[in-house]
C-alpha cells in the first residue's frame, strides 16, 4: 500500500506561515487533497488536485506538489486555523484512496 | 445545502452487528460515489469502503472484506453500511463522504457530523 509520511506537529505564530508536508514515493506523479479537521467537527476539504481551492476556502490555503513532497501552506496564520491536517491521494496499487497520519497545527 | 447525516452506531458486543445509514440532500445523489471513512478515537482518518453511482461497484479496505457491505438506494438518497462480525478495533467515529472528481483521483466532500460505533463487552 501507499504510504504518506506528515509530521505529528507544526507550531506557527499568529500572521506567519505555516508549512505542512506530505511525503509519498513520486507523490509529484499523483493528485493529492488536504482535508482540516477542528475538534469535534468533520474533516473538511481545503485543496484539491495539488492546489485548487473549493469554494469558501481562504487564499491563505495553497498547496503545491513536486518529487516525493507535496506541502500544505497556510499564510497569515489565524488563531482558527488550528486543527489537525491531513493529506490525501489515490493509491494505483491498489486501487483505494490513502491518507496520511495527520498534523496537527498550533497556533502560538 | 449539501448535506450527509449518519445514524445508526452505537454500544455492541464484539461478533455483533450494526447497520449504518447516511441520508443526502442537496445534490443528485445518484450523481455520485459515496464513501465511507472511520477514525478511532484520537487516531487518523481510514477510508472504510466506497460504492459505484448505479451500485455496480463495491470497494472495501482489507480489514473489514467479508464483514462489512456497502449499499446504496438512490431512490431513499441513502447510503448504507451493513456491519457484522463486528471487532473491538472497528470502534470508531464512521464518516459518510461524497467522492469528487474521477476515479483514481478523487476526493472526499461533504462529510457528515459521522456516528460513533463502540464494540466493546
Known amino acids: 500500500s501507499y504510504v504518506l509520511t506528515q509530521p505529528p506537529s507544526v507550531s506557527v505564530a499568529p500572521g506567519k506561515t505555516a508549512r505542512i508536508t506530505c511525503g509519498g514515493n513520486n507523490i509529484g506523479s499523483k493528485s493529492v487533497h488536504w482535508y482540516q479537521q477542528k475538534p469535534g467537527q468533520a474533516p473538511v476539504l481545503v485543496i484539491h488536485?495539488?492546489?485548487d481551492r473549493p469554494s469558501g476556502i481562504p487564499e491563505r490555503f495553497s498547496g503545491s506538489n513536486s518529487g516525493n513532497t507535496a506541502t500544505l501552506t497556510i499564510s497569515r496564520v489565524e488563531a482558527g486555523d488550528e486543527a489537525d491536517y491531513y493529506c490525501?491521494?489515490?493509491?494505483?496499487?491498489?486501487?483505494?484512496?490513502?491518507f496520511g497520519g495527520g498534523t496537527k497545527l498550533t497556533v502560538l | 445545502e449539501v448535506q450527509l447525516v449518519e445514524s445508526g452506531g452505537g454500544l455492541v458486543q464484539p461478533g455483533g452487528s450494526l447497520r449504518l445509514s447516511c441520508v443526502a440532500s442537496?445534490?443528485?445523489?445518484?450523481?455520485?460515489?459515496m464513501s465511507w471513512v472511520r477514525q478511532a478515537p484520537g487516531k487518523g482518518l481510514e477510508w472504510v469502503a466506497n460504492?459505484?453511482?448505479?451500485?455496480?461497484?463495491?470497494y472495501y479496505v482489507d480489514s473489514v472484506k467479508g464483514r462489512f457491505t456497502i449499499s446504496r438506494d438512490d431512490a431513499k438518497n441513502s447510503l448504507y453500511l451493513q456491519m457484522n462480525s463486528l471487532r473491538v478495533e472497528d470502534t470508531a467515529l464512521y464518516y459518510c463522504?461524497?467522492?469528487?472528481?474521477?476515479?483514481?483521483?478523487?476526493?472526499?466532500?461533504?462529510w457528515g457530523q459521522g456516528t460513533l460505533v463502540t464494540v466493546s463487552s
Open positions: 488536485y495539488d492546489s
Open positions: 442537496g445534490f443528485t445523489f445518484s450523481s455520485h460515489w
Open positions: 460504492i459505484k453511482q448505479d451500485g455496480s461497484e463495491k
Open positions: 490525501q491521494v489515490w493509491d494505483n496499487s491498489s486501487d483505494r484512496p490513502a
Open positions: 463522504a461524497r467522492e469528487g472528481g474521477v476515479r483514481g483521483v478523487s476526493w472526499f466532500d461533504p
